[in-house]
């Protein structure tokens, strides 16, 4: 087992349930690894011993403030009292001088006033996703029946404003949005956080029809990019648009995720992004069994720690095949990656992306590379620029 250190759990009490039927979600499919289950609902048994788990490891990491993030599928479908029940349960089990803290990922379109008042009340951080205006964000987040889901959404993000929720606002970029990057960032600035996220699509599918599969960087000439995932070149330039409109009017008041973690970077600060770590393998994904994977991004059988029930969670998350897992982020680099200059600010990115091959013709080079170097090429001068003011003043 390694040092203990602190880390991250996505935690799905629903595991891949949800409402709402995303053309580009790559976690649906997820109910192929549990095929004899019905409810896809984490039992209180589980629920506590993961809790107190989390607890306990995080305090023997020297973690005063314990942050557990729930996520789906969409978890509001479990309903308000069994979250009622998390707060509870978490009070019961924190130990003085700790204090606990939750954030939720939702579509919002459960979120009423009930739902509302308790985010408020126990001050939970809700990420809503949102991918642009009604037409561009009903484009692939259309419930079951195919219906659109934007004015939905709308109401329930209405609720979280009447309540004084704390929000943020997550928008997937893709094939639909990609080239609309001036006309998101304004409209996502009209919803009322200070905080965006901003997370690019790619997906391959088999020949069989599903999504790929583990191991990622597999260079299978049989697996088709989706017709739903963005173009390297289109994520490129919408980075370049939304930074070039956020740089002039926003720093300082629009917080967008990924331009704050490149300032950070450029000062020489560590990524407060896994993807743009050096090493990854600290966040990690709890399903609604109990099962704990290295990552949200590999829930596949091979990349499975174990399971809270049977084992402690903090020696899963210190064992030696985690820090394996995250290591071989640095160590699999290709060597167009190790000498390019741009190397301290991207590290090769997340491994899921690395799908192509380099220009050397080596074998699991990252998908998003041209995003990125067509980025830092032209934000770079103002990232500079910003770092050294940061750091004199």
């Known amino acids: 087992m390694t040092q203990p250190r602190a880390f991250h759990v996505m935690t799905k009490p629903i595991g891949p349930r949800c409402n709402i039927d995303c053309s580009y979600c790559y976690y649906l499919e997820k109910e192929k690894l549990y095929p004899s289950e019905k409810k896809f609902r984490m039992p209180d048994a589980v629920l506590e011993t993961y809790i107190r788990g989390l607890i306990a490891a995080e305090v023997k990491a020297g973690v005063r403030d314990v942050l557990f993030a729930w996520q789906g599928g969409e978890p509001t479908m479990l309903g308000l009292p069994y979250f009622e029940k998390i707060v509870a349960l978490q009070k019961q089990l924190c130990p003085e001088g700790v204090t606990i803290s939750n954030s939720l990922q939702t579509n919002g379109i459960l979120v009423d006033d009930d739902w509302a008042a308790f985010f408020a009340r126990e001050k939970f951080l809700i990420g809503i996703s949102i991918d642009g205006p009604r037409e561009v964000h009903d484009r692939y987040r259309r419930d079951r029946a195919g219906r659109a889901t934007f004015a939905a959404v709308m109401k329930g993000l209405e609720m979280l404003q009447r309540h004084g929720v704390e929000y943020n606002i997550l928008t997937t970029v893709h094939r639909a949005n990609a080239g609309k990057g001036k006309e998101i960032y304004k409209f996502l600035r009209t919803l009322g956080t200070q905080h965006l996220q901003f997370i690019p699509i790619v997906e391959r599918r088999a020949p069989s029809g599903d999504l790929a599969g583990a191991p990622q960087v597999d260079d299978d000439p049989e697996n088709h990019v989706t ?68 990552c949200d991004h590999y829930v596949y059988p091979e990349y499975r720690l174990g399971n809270v029930m049977d084992r402690d969670l903090g020696e899963m998350a210190w064992s030696a095949q985690a820090e394996t897992f995250g290591n071989d982020k640095r160590d699999t680099l290709t060597a167009q990656c190790q000498r390019c200059q741009f190397r301290f600010a991207c590290n090769g990115g997340c491994p899921k ?35 050294a003011t940061l750091a004199v003043g």
């Open 227 to 294: 017709d739903w995932s963005v173009q390297p070149r289109a994520y490129g330039k919408f980075l370049c648009d939304v930074f070039d409109i956020w740089q002039r009017q926003d720093i300082g008041k629009i917080f967008v995720q990924f331009f704050e973690n490149q300032v950070g970077m450029w000062m020489g600060q560590p990524a407060s992004l896994c993807v743009f770590a050096e090493t990854c393998g600290n966040a990690l994904a709890l399903e609604h069994n109990g099962d704990l994977y290295t």
């Open 353 to 387: 992306h690395r799908i192509l091959r380099s220009k050397d013709g080596e074998a699991g080079h990252n998908y998003f590379c041209e995003s990125y170097t067509m980025f830092f090429r032209h934000a770079g001068p103002k990232l500079r620029e910003m770092a």
